[in-house]
């Protein structure tokens, strides 16, 4: 069975640039999250979603971020213009209702 | 605010000699505590949840424990392969939904 995955795995980009990572959850999860771990600190939440609808936001850092998750399956997350403190491993990660939740391999961001 | 903290920063072993790492959390309610494994370059890797006080889960020469305020993850005789950064996290049960929020890791070298 497929895990989770995650496009691109690495992308340099330009201040001001944008930047869209994508994530394909596990067959069958409905719960969809996205995670960042930024140089030093410790993985953080950013936002969850249960088939097409966002449960849970809380982490989102500011509105340059944008997740979505058209038709419940896989979720794109734009980051609209990007900044150099958005540098860093976004993690996806999915989940049954309940269940372990389990991660991709990341999408490393550089902004330069 | 839920908060996980990991120690040591870093473990340095020779194969064999076993140890244990420490994961201290302070949480509203407890809904669950999760191990991960994190190699260089990739995702988290789930090894164990616990959800009460005075559960073990084992897993080769891996061991978790979880008391009110802590977790351990007993490593029994470690080989090179068991190099990694070991992640702490937890499930709050205010936050309804399936948050995670992570400690800063234990990096494990073990050498032949």
């Known amino acids: 069975e497929a895990g989770v995955t995650q496009f691109p795995s690495h992308s340099v980009i330009e201040k001001g640039q944008t930047v869209t990572l994508r994530c394909d959850p596990i067959s069958g999860h409905d719960n969809l999250y996205w995670y960042r771990r930024v140089m030093g600190k410790e993985i953080k939440f950013l936002l969850h979603f249960v088939k097409e609808s966002k449960q849970d936001e809380s982490g989102m850092p500011n509105n340059r971020f944008l997740a979505e998750r058209t038709g419940g399956t896989y979720s794109t997350l734009k980051v609209q213009p990007a900044e150099l403190e958005d540098s860093g491993v976004y993690f996806c990660?999915?989940?049954?209702?309940?269940?372990?939740?389990?991660f991709g391999e990341g999408s490393w961001l550089t902004v330069v | 605010e839920d908060q996980v903290t990991q120690s040591p920063e870093a473990l340095r072993l020779q194969e064999g000699e076993s140890s244990s790492l420490n994961c201290s959390y302070t949480v509203s309610g407890l809904r669950g505590l999760f191990w991960y494994r994190q190699d260089p370059g990739k995702g988290p890797e789930f090894l164990f949840t616990?959800?009460?006080a005075g559960e073990e889960k084992e897993k080769e020469r891996l061991k978790a424990t979880l008391t009110k305020k802590e977790s351990f993850l007993h490593i029994t005789a470690p080989k090179p392969e068991d190099s990694a950064t070991y992640l702490c996290?937890?499930?709050?049960?205010?936050?309804?939904?399936?948050?995670?929020?992570f400690g800063t890791g234990t990096r494990l070298l073990v050498s032949p």
């Open positions: 990660a999915s989940s049954l209702p309940g269940n372990t939740i389990y």
């Open positions: 996290a937890v499930q709050a049960m205010n936050t309804g939904f399936q948050k995670l929020v």
């Open positions: 616990l959800y009460s």
